[in-house]
């Protein structure tokens, strides 16, 4: 069984060995193989130069990383956490997500940016939050949220090959819990398809990363009632999967959009305006969302409170069977 954190260091290993232009760099990413151990083994197996410890300089990995892609390197570099990437977020905002429109379309810039991201770790303040709204705001650059170990390893290779950067955000709470059978066999998911979990016919419950076992469990609970929730793993913010979410909808006719982030601006609103756009006619109910609150990430002793829950999930679930 793998885990997920070892799918995106095998990604890592198979994507340096058959491309001598992919290289990994950021803090304690080579000696010590990263925090969370992510890029273990890739200094012995593939040297200094291809996995490169740097200065604890958020902006300045970032700025290195724009010149080596557009010298032809595809670098991979990991911020440390969530919230260490803002530091970053000049670079990533004016050139990362800039470079490719500002030369027409003749400058390929293949950059990665791996992110651990978000709660339920105990962690302390500013190495907890969910902030996948500010980069999919961003023109010029795809999100990507994996949830299991299979679409980690296989999203990450589709990142460091896509000509467009790539924010990869992975939920570092299941960095060790989501364990599967890796199968190499069969058609990789594409950035930009999203993942029908469960198959439902009540209510459309709408998830990423670690907002995904949530919905599955909440999913569980409410079969015991004797609702059908269909849910939906979005995999990829920006490009969105349009298409699978509007089909869902069409059948189930209740929508309810999990995520981690604080409610205000979060990207379930995205999905909620698309939904309202397109699909205000298939509706039964109002589309609701179960989200973190709008206050910084608080003590540990709250964590359970703030973030969403199972429970809070099957209640919102039962208001919209409810509506009439």
């Known amino acids: 069984m793998t885990t997920l954190v070892g799918a995106i260091n095998e990604a890592l290993h198979d994507a340096l060995e058959r491309d001598s232009r992919v290289m990994v760099m950021g803090e304690d990413v080579g ?15 593939f040297g200094a130069e291809r996995c490169v410890d740097t200065p604890l300089a958020e902006a300045g990995i970032i700025g290195t990383a724009v010149g080596l892609a557009l010298s032809g390197w595809r670098p991979v570099c990991e911020m440390q956490f969530d ?3 803002y530091p970053a977020l000049d670079q990533i905002i004016n050139h990362v997500g ?3 429109a500002r ?12 992110i651990p991201y978000g709660g339920g770790l105990r962690a302390p303040e500013m190495h907890q939050d969910s902030p996948e709204a500010y980069y999919a705001h961003i023109p010029g650059i795809k999100v990507v949220v994996p949830a299991t170990p ?3 390893k296989a999203l990450l290779h589709a990142a460091i090959d896509n000509p467009d950067p790539v924010i990869f955000l992975e939920p570092k709470r299941l960095y060790r819990t989501a364990r599967e059978e890796i199968v190499s066999e069969g058609r990789s998911p594409a950035l930009g398809e999203a993942r029908v979990v469960a198959v439902g016919d009540d209510v459309t419950l709408i998830a990423y990363g670690a907002m995904v076992p949530v919905a599955m469990d909440a999913r569980e609970r409410l079969s015991d009632d004797g609702i059908a929730a269909e849910v939906i793993d979005l995999r990829t913010l920006t490009p969105l999967d349009e298409q699978a979410i509007l089909h869902s909808v069409a059948k189930t006719g209740r929508v309810v959009v999990i995520q981690e982030a604080p409610r205000t601006c979060g990207f379930a609103a995205e999905v909620v305006a698309l939904v309202a756009d397109l699909a205000l006619f298939d509706l039964r109910a109002p589309v609701r969302r179960v989200t973190a609150y709008d206050i910084p990430y608080p003590v ?5 409170a703030y973030l969403p829950s199972v429970a809070r999930v099957i209640d919102v679930v039962g208001a919209i069977m409810d509506y009439t």
């Open 31 to 45: 000696v010590m193989g990263g925090v969370f151990r992510a890029t273990a083994g890739l200094r012995d197996r």
């Open 83 to 85: 919230a260490f990437s």
């Open 150 to 152: 299979s679409d980690a």
């Open 300 to 304: 540990s002793s709250l964590e359970n």
């Open 103 to 114: 030369s027409g379309g003749h400058v390929q810039m293949h950059l990665v940016v791996r």
């Open 98 to 100: 800039r470079y490719r």
